[in-house]
């Protein structure tokens, strides 16, 4: 069992940046992919960022360019740099981590004003 805790979350001016964390309680490093996925009311889970064991790295198209996936292993952690906020990134924000189970994050508010 693996808890994940995000944090980095908060209100924000379009333009502006934000860093998202996503702290494990145990070794992310025998994990195959991690990521970061949002949600906002009304709609479904989408995926915003993925990383695999690799270091491959996969962005939706709507955050390709201004977003970026890392992790640090030695701190268990997983990040996501977000530059350039646009007031449609607002969402709760998600960070996983699989293989073979899945495990998610409580989540973090992401509020980009306009």
């Known amino acids: 069992q693996v808890q994940l805790v995000e944090s980095g979350g908060g209100l924000v001016q379009a333009g502006g940046a934000l860093r998202l964390s996503c702290a494990a309680s145990?070794?992310?490093?025998?994990?195959?992919?991690m990521g970061w996925y949002r949600q906002t009311p009304g709609k479904q889970r989408e995926l915003v960022a993925t990383m695999t064991s690799g270091g491959s790295t996969n962005y939706a198209d709507s955050v390709k360019g201004r977003f970026t996936i890392s992790r640090d292993n030695a701190k268990n952690t997983v990040y996501l740099q977000m530059n350039s906020l646009k007031p449609e990134d607002t969402a709760v924000y998600y960070c996983?981590?699989?293989?073979?189970?899945?495990?998610w994050g409580q989540g973090t508010q992401v509020t980009v004003s306009s």
């Open positions: 996983m981590i699989g293989g073979p189970y899945i495990y």
């Open positions: 145990g070794s992310i490093v025998r994990f195959n992919l």
